[in-house]
C-alpha cells in the first residue's frame, strides 16, 4: 500500500507543477508514472495471491499436524504392545473360488456369498451371469480327460 500512496504522491507534483504535455521530458514522465501505476496495481495482486496462498499453507500444516499427532498415536500403541496387527482384518475363514466367464474369457475369484440364489454369479469384468459357477472352469480340460476314458 505505500507504493500505491508513493506513486499517489508524486503524481500530485506533476499536477502540481503543470507539466507542458507538449514537451518531450513531460511526455516522459507521465509514461514513467502510467507505467508506475500498473506495476502497483500488479503488486496489490500479487500480495493478494501471496496471501491465498499463506493461508492454504497454514491450513496444510494444520492437517499435516494432525496426522502427525495420529501417527505418533498409532506407533505409541503398536510399541506399547496394544496393537497385534490382526484387529483390522478378517479372519480368513472364507473359502474362495474360481470360475471362468465364458463371455469376457475372464477368471473371476469369489466366495459363496457373491453367488445370488439361483446359482448364478454376475461377472464382474463383463456384466453378463454366469450359470452355476461352480461347474467346469470351460477351459475344456476336464472334457479331454472324460473323452479318454
Not at 54 to 69: N, Q, R, T
Not at 73 to 82: H, I, T, V, W
Not at 94 to 116: A, G, K, S, T, W
Amino acid at each position: 500500500m505505500e507504493f500505491e500512496k508513493k506513486i499517489a504522491y508524486i503524481k500530485g507534483l506533476i499536477d502540481g507543477i503543470g507539466l507542458d504535455e507538449s514537451k518531450p521530458e513531460s511526455r516522459v514522465i507521465s509514461a514513467i508514472v502510467d507505467a508506475l501505476e500498473c506495476a502497483a496495481e500488479e503488486l496489490k495482486d500479487v500480495n493478494d495471491h501471496v496471501d491465498m496462498v499463506d493461508s492454504d499453507l497454514a491450513e496444510l500444516e494444520d492437517w499435516a499436524d494432525d496426522a502427525d499427532e495420529s501417527i505418533d498415536a498409532l506407533f505409541d500403541e503398536y510399541a506399547d504392545g496394544e496393537y497385534d496387527g490382526y484387529d483390522d482384518f478378517d479372519d480368513g475363514d472364507e473359502e474362495l473360488y474360481e470360475c471362468y466367464c465364458p463371455n469376457c474369457r475372464n477368471y473371476i475369484c469369489f466366495d459363496y456369498d457373491d453367488v445370488e440364489d439361483d446359482l448364478s454369479l454376475t461377472c464382474p469384468y463383463c456384466g453378463k451371469k454366469i450359470e452355476n459357477p461352480f461347474e467346469d472352469d470351460g477351459s475344456g480340460d476336464d472334457a479331454d480327460e472324460d473323452d479318454e476314458d
